[in-house]
């Protein structure tokens, strides 16, 4: 009787993945991912190109949720959206609270405007 409760508890453990799930993706490559999301945005952010702009950066912040910069990129970029619309639209504050977000992850991130080579 204890021998089938041993072995479901072991299969419920945490770090006993799913066999047919993917491996988790090392941290270098999701740094790496979001460093090209970030340019690619930013290449499209100079252009004036908002929309596709953040499809990159919130890719980016998709790949990487502590990447203070792909915040700050994506705040910024939701704020240009809303930017004509009324003062109070809740892209705004989204926009506010991704700034929060970016500042709390790095208290002493500057921006950079040119995608990084």
Known sequence: MMLPALVFAAAL???MQDPAAPPPEPPAASAV???SEIDE???LFKRKRFAAAKKHFQAAVD???NDA???FY???TVYKIAEPKR???PEKQQAAE???KAYELDPNFKPVWAPRK
């Open 74 to 76: 994506l705040a910024y």
């Open 41 to 43: 945005g930013l290449a």
């Open 13 to 15: 453990a945490p770090g």
């Open 87 to 89: 003062p109070f639209h």
């Open 69 to 71: 910069a792909a915040t």
């Open 33 to 35: 991912a979001s460093q």
């Open 98 to 100: 991704l700034f929060d």
């Open 63 to 65: 790949a990487n949720p």
